[in-house]
């Protein structure tokens, strides 16, 4: 074989294995640079799509928050207006019970300050005076004990819209200055009035009885 055939050879095995070769080279080149590119952008679509679930689920905790958040507060003021409804109507009753007592004879009928068991004023459906005055002179809290109550109150009667003065102009938790009533310089949470009428000195006299928390 001549010089020149063999050189052809070698020049045709070159070009045969393009491993060897620089369009190879360039060729594998470009073939990675695309591959960089695809695996560059199916990174950021895969990082685009974490930061929208992330955002979503951010959006959603917030909201879920702000529904609890709204349901406690709701669930706390209804609590609070029951509670409140419950010790009203504990004051009510309390002073319904009070005023049934006042205008009844008492436990017992004919009792004294070292008899008594329960508080009457009235004998025979009429205001006994004597009774009146052993109840004025008790000290407050014995009366709280025998009116069975823990509630503050004031009773006084009145006629014609003006109070009676019955040994007194009344008793209770605050004092009647020239037997007016003031019921604004009362400090409470619930406030119950119960009014009962009875016969004193042949006229029907209203006794009027304030029970306060």
């Given at each position: 074989m001549s010089l020149n055939k063999k050189q052809q050879t070698i020049r045709n095995q070159r070009f045969l294995c393009p491993k060897n070769s620089k369009v190879f080279v360039k060729s594998r080149i470009f073939e990675l640079s695309k591959s960089f590119h695809f695996l560059r952008h199916k990174t950021f679509s895969f990082e685009v799509s974490i930061n929208r679930k992330s955002?979503?689920?951010?959006?959603d905790f917030i909201i879920g928050l702000m529904i609890f958040s709204i349901g406690i507060i709701l669930a706390s003021r209804f609590?609070?207006?029951a509670m409140s409804n419950d010790e009203f109507s504990n004051v009510r009753i309390s002073a319904e019970t009070m005023s049934g007592y006042l205008v009844s004879e008492g436990v017992p009928s004919n009792w004294t300050n070292e008899t008594v068991v329960r508080i009457g004023l009235t004998t025979n459906k009429r205001l006994n005076t004597t009774k009146v005055s052993l109840f004025y002179n008790?000290?407050?809290?014995?009366?709280?004990?025998?009116?069975?109550?823990?509630?503050?109150?004031?009773?006084?009667?009145?006629?014609?819209n003006s109070i009676v003065n019955i040994t007194k102009c009344g008793y209770?938790?605050?004092?009647?200055?020239?037997?007016?009533?003031?019921?604004?310089?009362?400090?409470?949470?619930?406030?119950?009035?119960?009014?009962?009428?009875?016969?004193?000195?042949?006229?029907?006299?209203?006794?009027?009885?304030?029970?306060?928390?």
């Open positions: 955002q979503i689920w951010i959006t609590i609070i207006n008790m000290t407050y809290e014995d009366t709280k004990l025998y009116l069975s109550t823990d509630y503050d109150y004031l009773l006084f009667f009145q006629q014609n209770g938790g605050i004092s009647l200055t020239n037997c007016t009533v003031n019921i604004s310089s009362l400090d409470y949470e619930n406030l119950v009035k119960a009014s009962r009428f009875t016969i004193y000195n042949n006229s029907i006299i209203e006794m009027v009885l304030y029970v306060w928390q």
